[in-house]
């Protein structure tokens, strides 16, 4: 048996280049080589055929295996010449891929000469013929450095025992093309949004109470607990680090019953006593600004308290405001309502003759600097939008994972969770990640949570579990979800950037590939060029894209010696 392992020529040269001569010849010589095993056999139904071994044609396309989906594909055409094949052949073709380590045997492909009761394909002796063979096995990633040989094994119609006797392992191919896994799924996964903001608003209101018609300030309301919170609002904020006290208001409202214009005056009246009180009850305080203003009747007000009350008529109370917009003619009709408007009288509209005081403050949350030291040094003093948002501030993903990690513990927010598991993927730790997306998901259903548990199960390989998601996932997920599948095409006109580049490289469209990279210049976008060139045929364009990539990322280089797309035209020695 003769076979070739890429993996000890790489041990023996570092890197080789396919030649398809030398490849040839190696078939050629394997053939004869298996003509000899069966001259030396009592089965000689191949010793004419031997004579013409030169003759036999054996091609692959394409001629490096390619990583589709989830399994290695070529497909493997054998031509046999005029004369040649004996009428009483049966060949058994076996494609199995051999690495360091292991082997994966797939489908065999038989055919027969004309004389055989079989049903295989015949291979006519006169004309000759050719038979076409698709191979799809099962890709392991230790067949990355690998050979695909073609077992060919042979039987007689007559010989006794119909067994099949090995004649040669013939190589056929070297290496697979595995860019399909360069796709970059932890790019496509989105954290979810924190909601910090670096100014908040807080305030505080109280209500100066006023009797029916007047619009004079009763002692006892300055000296109600509502309007001492209030005053203790205003001075507490007043003069406090990073935070800014805006102007006091005084909103003066009148109930809606009585002649509308003297309503409106009375508000107005009551917003100007409301505003004089409160100045003067907090005139050691400096720095404070006042305003007032009058509003007139608050129907408004009238509704709300109406729909919070268990007054008997309140649902047609509430039919006479949605009927009618008038005032006035509101309120004729609810004082129509004679035993109505009395219970009105009593428990709703005093709550409406009022001055309501308003007071806010802006707080200025901490700086940046601020953030990210607490997030690094003492993350559990922040709360969780600011750990969320101090964790976009941090450049180094080691720091962001801890972050994420105190503020999951601490909070249990799912928005941490899935933030984590962004981070861990882009480090390549799918599992972790994984986790922590299902963690998040027990806690959320957000879609987005759907879109990342589809990614990192693809960016595992793991096409059984991204299918449980892919179907309600958005476009660009189900796009990446063609590339895994193979399905290049159809995945390149939903995706952007980068990985459009990478379908549209694989779907031998270069020139769209190229378009996509634009000016992206990490390190992958500069490998995927030197690819690109390579395969285009520019040598000096190729090294000088990969040795950009290696200079960005060192563990380029290790893949570049290994990778086919790069052997036919960069050596070890170009990577120096």
């Not at 404070?288 to 919070?308: N, S």
């Not at 005081?357 to 922040?382: M, R, W, Y």
């Not at 063609?482 to 390149?492: H, I, T």
Request: overall charge neutral.
């Amino acid at each position: 048996m003769l076979y070739l392992c890429e993996g000890s020529m790489l041990q023996k040269r570092e890197i080789t280049n396919f030649n398809v001569l030398i490849m040839k010849r190696i078939v050629k010589l394997s053939l004869m080589l298996a003509v000899c095993a069966f001259t030396l056999s009592s089965c000689n139904c191949y010793k004419k055929m031997g004579k013409k071994v030169d003759d036999v044609n054996i091609t692959c396309n394409p001629d490096v295996l390619l990583l589709k989906g989830q399994n290695v594909v070529t497909d493997v055409t054998v031509t046999f010449p005029e004369k040649y094949y004996n009428k009483k052949a049966v060949l058994k073709i076996t494609p199995v891929l051999v690495f360091e380590g292991g082997e994966i045997v797939g489908t065999p492909k038989y055919v027969q000469g004309a004389k055989v009761a079989d049903n295989y394909p015949v291979i006519e002796t006169k004309t000759g013929g050719k038979y076409v063979q698709h191979v799809s096995i099962p890709y392991d990633p230790r067949a990355k450095v690998c050979t695909l040989e073609m077992r060919v094994e042979a039987s007689c119609a007559n010989s006794k025992n119909g067994e099949f006797v090995l004649l040669a392992s013939v190589p056929v191919a070297e290496g697979v093309n595995t860019l399909q896994q360069d796709v970059d799924y932890s790019a496509a996964m989105k954290s979810m949004a924190d909601k910090f903001k670096r100014v908040t608003t807080i305030s505080e209101k109280a209500n100066i109470m006023y009797v029916i018609n007047r619009s004079d300030v009763r002692k006892a309301q300055l000296t109600s607990e509502q309007v001492k919170l209030f005053e203790d609002f205003v001075k507490e904020n007043s003069n406090k680090d990073r935070v800014t006290l805006g102007s006091i208001y005084a909103n003066g409202y009148a109930s809606p019953d009585g002649p509308l214009d003297f309503n409106d005056q009375l508000s107005k009246k009551r917003s100007e006593s409301g505003k004089a009180a409160i100045s003067k009850q907090l005139k050691n305080v400096s720095g404070v600004t006042y305003d007032a203003a009058a509003y007139g009747e608050d129907w408004e007000g009238f509704k709300e308290l109406v729909e919070q009350s268990d007054i008997e008529d309140k649902d047609l109370i509430l039919q006479v405001l949605q009927m009618y917009s008038d005032p006035v003619q509101r309120d004729k009709e609810i004082k129509n309502m004679s035993s109505v408007f009395q219970v009105l009288a009593k428990e709703i509209l005093p709550q409406l003759r009022r001055t309501q005081l308003v007071a806010s403050a802006d707080v200025q949350g901490k700086t940046d600097a601020e953030l990210k030291d607490a997030a690094i040094n003492n993350p559990k003093s922040l709360n969780v939008e600011e750990l969320l948002f101090a964790a976009t501030l941090i450049k180094e993903n080691k720091d962001k994972i801890k972050i994420y990690e105190v503020a999951a513990e601490t909070y249990n927010d799912p928005r941490a969770y899935n933030n984590l598991g962004v981070v861990l993927a882009a480090e390549g730790l799918y599992a972790e990640a994984q986790a922590a997306f299902e963690k998040a998901a027990q806690l959320s259903s957000d879609a987005q949570l759907n879109d990342n548990l589809a990614l990192v199960a693809l960016a595992q390989g793991d096409l059984d579990a991204a299918s449980k998601y892919v179907n309600s996932a958005s476009a660009d997920v189900k796009a990446l979800a063609a590339v895994a599948n193979g399905e290049y095409q159809q995945a390149a006109g939903q995706l952007e950037g980068y990985n459009k580049a990478v379908a549209e490289v694989l779907n031998g469209n270069l020139s769209a590939a190229k378009s996509a990279l634009g000016n992206l210049k990490t390190a992958d976008a500069e490998y995927l060029r030197g690819v690109i060139a390579a395969k285009e045929g520019d040598k000096n364009a190729a090294v000088a894209y990969v040795k950009s990539a290696i200079a960005k990322d060192e563990t380029l280089k290790a893949k570049a010696l290994k990778d086919v797309n790069l052997m036919q035209v960069i050596s070890a020695a170009d990577l120096k």
